[in-house]
């Protein structure tokens, strides 16, 4: 096996182009694009790390099984941001007919879109049946009642659908693209879920995988963001500065200079800035 990484890397053809648009114009999703840092899988090998990405798609990737790195061309690399985890759909799917696990106890809940009321607080965390899906919540009955709940507050361990059931095919956007879950615009380079056929992309937040950047990271404005202008002009960008404290908040010092804290998961305060393309945007 050492031998045969060692061995010239065979190309693969690149992940299939798949339907993402800002504006829902045009299929913008391609081959994932490599960035410093991030955690991958190297064919059977996980926990991998990327120390060199290239504009071409080929990735110099960190091997700790083997304690060596490699050059990696396309199709032998996967970001694990993107994979499906082997847990996905083990508590169900968001389709109609579906025994799919309610989302549990979430500061974000007072929030939701379709309105929370106290009366759900016991079906947090148990099991129902979907009833309806619309773009951007899900209708389940539970325990004889039947109620709304926003997609982007379900578990990852719940599979996300297209609307119409369709499975959803995983890639980078190389434009910028919006959310039609949460509406909020993402950088190119950002990972989505979509379908094609229906126009609908579903970003990693709502896909229940929130994450806090590293220190030292660019980040932009993400789809929890609910600070005005402390960034300064939308999408401009801020690097961390440093780890988050023990209530999960880590600052960014923006383009300003201004230097503003921020929450940590369950919430997407700010998104990793990727390749941008997204000044000179309106906010959604």
Not at 25 to 31: D, F, I, K, R
Not at 189 to 204: F, P, Q, T
Request: charged share 20%; hydrophobic share 35%.
């Amino acid at each position: 096996e050492l031998s045969a990484l060692l061995s010239p890397l065979r190309s693969y053809p690149a992940l299939a182009a798949m339907g993402c648009s800002s504006q829902k114009t045009a299929p913008v999703l391609a081959v994932a694009y490599p960035y410093q840092g991030e955690a991958v899988q190297f064919r059977e090998y996980v926990g991998c790390t990327i120390v060199e990405g290239r504009q071409n798609g080929d990735a110099v990737i960190h091997v700790p099984l083997l304690d060596m790195n490699v050059v990696a061309h396309p199709g032998e690399w996967t970001l694990q941001s993107l994979s499906n985890p082997l847990d996905e759909g083990s508590d169900g799917e968001l389709k109609i007919g579906s025994s799919v696990k309610l989302p549990a106890q979430d500061p974000r809940l007072p929030d939701m879109r379709v309105r929370w009321n106290e009366s759900m607080k016991p079906l947090l965390g148990t099991f129902g049946v979907v009833k309806k899906v619309d773009r951007r919540d899900v209708q389940v009955e539970a325990s004889g009642a039947e109620c709304s709940w926003d997609i982007e507050l379900f578990p990852a361990t719940v599979k996300r659908l297209c609307k119409l059931g369709c499975e959803l095919s995983i890639g980078n956007c190389q434009k910028a693209v919006q959310c039609d879950v949460c509406f909020a615009l993402h950088p190119i380079g950002s990972s989505m879920r979509s379908c094609s056929s229906h126009g609908y992309d579903l970003c990693e937040y709502c896909s229940g995988r929130s994450y806090t950047p590293s220190e030292g990271d660019k980040v932009i404005r993400g789809p929890t963001y609910n600070s005005g202008s402390q960034d300064g002009t939308p999408y401009s960008e801020g690097i961390v500065t440093g780890k988050p404290d023990v209530d999960g908040f880590f600052a960014v010092r923006w383009e300003s200079g201004t230097l503003f804290k921020y929450r940590g998961p369950p919430y997407q305060d700010v998104l990793l800035a990727r390749q941008n393309g997204l000044q000179g945007f309106t906010p959604p």
